[in-house]
């Protein structure tokens, strides 16, 4: 391969098959292939590979499902354009008849489609409203990485007959792949329960061997993986900062900031709910939130930065003008708030009544 | 590795070997920690000495073109052989010891202001022996390592297994940039980036598959304990090491049975 080859080697073709199977959702034939070796015998018996631990690895072995493989699942995601939403057009009576057309058979039509907020709401904007709302865009981006990574996985499960995966572990990667790209790797290990055909969708859970015997000692069993980002923006309006500028020796409540931290897992909690749901689940265990907060920019939704600003001739030869006065910025606080956790439901051999506990108490504290 | 000679001592420095006779004669040393060394004689095996194997290793420089994502097979080789050689000297330095094996292997990567290119590999080990003189090598005849801490390494046994050796494999990949084209026909929607996610998804399934070539060549039954680790050692964001490492069993007793766990609650205070 030379300095600068530009070619993408002999295969060209093949790598071009693989990359469709990605894009539609699919895993890598190198994987396919993988875990079919996995499956086959081979002359001393067929292999096994997991993630856990020696511990697990025995408990599970006394529970009497077998490990069959480590599985995983990669998603790479670029985020796309998010806007703020954008402000009511003006109800003027003078810029709405320059704003509409003749008459047509369903009333008065538009003729400038971009309905300008006033200077004065402008103004407004920016000097008296807080914004604090959910970015759609970027919440459904890390959805979607997360879900692709997920199904990957689950997909890889199936291959090789799993009935379930346990110890699913997400990881959010940065190998600074560029601006505004999300990176999830998803691992696991594939269990199946001895005398199934293994050809149902497997059930994922991030519970560790451990903790599926306790919930299987109490009746419980996992029932499915719970994840979900909600991405929310707060900006405090100019009145607002310049105010708590005079009063900064006071303790003052960044109101907007707390109303979106409330609202961001608000949101987060009910969409697990409906997760729940979804499992046909009754509850969920280990429930974990996390987040991040930065500082960012955004812009407000508006047509202008499709369309020339300027004079421009409407329906019946009237001008108008479009102004752009609405390409406006906010600057905020950005909140991705993650959760993940397990949805449980009663299993099979449900049993009544606690189990049997023992107390110990160590002599030293560290475990040495 | 056919041509490998088991009594061979090449590898091993002149006071190491002077230390080993040491050993040899009864003083032995380790690193496991008072409760490790409790189950490891429980489980029927003493300690004969802290074993090392050492390698330093000039990594060479390899290029792929910006938009090809690719495995870069020299630095991949260099990653991997200067792991096997590492150990493969501690490995010698057991056999040395007549040990069975080795246990609570850690494998290090040590860099250094003097060699900006250069990287050490160590491995340091337990050297342990079955006091009853009852074989627990591996099937070709040299001794076992993993990574197991002797808890882990007692569990082990206790379920009726037992660990041949260590396996692992690397992959060094080149992941591709995008071209224009294909960055301004993404931009504005939430995308997936399928060449990304297809460099990367490879890369770790190389990784893991010559992890289970090396598993299947020591004629283990599975592998416990499997670890995925992603490391840039330097080279800068687009080109990662995918590295798998785990601890290869057999199957020993397949009637063993684990007594069946008791709930305890611990009622020291979590500090």
């Given at each position: 391969m030379g300095f600068f080859a530009r070619g993408e080697g002999p295969d060209e073709g093949q790598r071009s098959e693989e990359l469709a199977r990605i894009e539609g959702g699919g895993i890598p034939s190198r994987a396919a292939e993988r875990l079919k070796n996995l499956g086959t015998p081979g002359p001393d018996g067929s292999l096994f590979t997991s993630g856990l631990s020696v511990n697990e690895f025995a408990l599970l072995r006394r529970m009497g499902p077998e490990p069959l493989a480590q599985v995983m699942g990669a998603s790479v995601v670029r985020t796309g354009w998010q806007y703020l939403p954008a402000l009511d057009p003006t109800l003027n009576a003078f810029t709405s008849a320059m704003r509409y057309g003749g008459p047509g058979p369903t009333g008065y039509t538009l003729t400038?489609?971009?309905?300008e907020p006033s200077m004065a709401q402008v103004r407004n904007y920016k000097w008296r409203w807080s914004v604090v709302c959910e970015l759609h865009t970027l919440s459904d981006a890390w959805n979607l990485a997360r879900r692709r990574a997920l199904d990957r996985l689950a997909e890889e499960a199936l291959q090789v007959g799993a009935d379930a995966v346990v110890g699913v572990h997400l990881h959010r990667s940065d190998?600074?792949?560029?601006?505004g790209t999300i990176e999830y790797v998803v691992t696991g290990t594939a269990i199946r329960v001895p005398g199934?055909?293994?050809?149902s969708w497997p059930v994922l859970t991030d519970v560790s061997v451990q903790d599926y015997w306790r919930l299987h000692t109490v009746g419980y069993e996992p029932a499915g993986f719970l994840a979900t980002t909600s991405v929310w923006f707060a900006a405090p309006s100019r009145s607002t900062r310049m105010q708590r500028r005079r009063q900064f020796t006071q303790n003052q409540e960044l109101e907007e900031l707390s109303r979106a931290f409330h609202a961001a897992r608000d949101t987060v909690r009910a969409r697990l709910l409906g997760q729940v749901g979804d499992a046909h689940a009754t509850g969920a265990v280990g429930v974990e939130f996390s987040h991040d907060v930065h500082r960012e920019k955004l812009a407000v939704a508006s047509a202008f930065t499709e369309t020339r600003r300027g004079w421009h001739v409407g329906r019946l030869g009237l001008p108008y003008r479009v102004?752009?006065?609405?390409d406006i910025e906010r600057r905020g606080w950005v909140i991705t708030m993650h959760a993940a956790g397990t949805a449980t439901r009663a299993g099979a051999g449900a049993r009544s009544g606690p189990p049997e506990v023992k107390t110990s108490m160590r002599m030293r504290s560290s475990n040495g | 590795m056919t041509d490998y000679d088991p009594k061979s001592v090449e590898g091993i420095p002149e006071s190491g070997v002077e230390r080993l006779e040491q050993n040899r004669e009864g003083l032995y040393t380790s690193d496991l920690t008072v409760n490790e060394f409790m189950l490891v004689t429980e489980a029927g095996f003493d300690p004969v000495g802290l074993v090392v194997g050492s390698s330093i290793f000039h990594i060479g420089i390899q290029i792929a073109g910006p938009t090809t994502s690719r495995e870069l097979d020299t630095l991949s080789q260099a990653m991997y052989s200067a792991r096997h050689l590492a150990m493969t000297r501690m490995e010698e330095e057991a056999d040395q010891l007549g040990a069975d094996g080795i246990v609570g292997v850690r494998l290090d990567i040590g860099r250094y202001d003097w060699g900006p290119n250069m990287a050490e590999f160590i491995a340091i080990g337990t050297a342990v022996k079955h006091r009853d003189g009852v074989l627990h090598r591996a099937p070709n005849g040299r001794p076992f390592q993993s990574d197991l801490s002797g808890q882990e390494f007692w569990t082990l046994l206790r379920t009726g297994h037992r660990p041949v050796g260590m396996v692992m494999g690397s992959c060094v990949f080149h992941v591709g940039r995008r071209g224009p084209l294909r960055t301004i026909a993404q931009t504005g929607r939430n995308v997936e980036l399928p060449n990304y996610t297809q460099a990367l998804y490879e890369a770790r399934e190389l990784a893991m598959q010559r992890m289970q070539t090396e598993a299947q060549e020591l004629g283990a039954e599975g592998i416990v304990g499997v670890s995925l680790s992603e490391r840039?050692?330097?080279?800068?964001?687009h080109v990662i090491e995918f590295f798998s490492l785990g601890t290869a069993i057999v199957s020993t007793d397949a009637e063993a049975k684990i007594e069946p766990p008791i709930t305890v609650l611990d009622l020291n205070d979590p500090s």
């Open positions: 400038n489609r971009y309905g190998h600074d792949l560029g601006s199934s055909d293994g050809t102004s752009g006065r609405s | 840039s050692h330097g080279w800068g964001s």
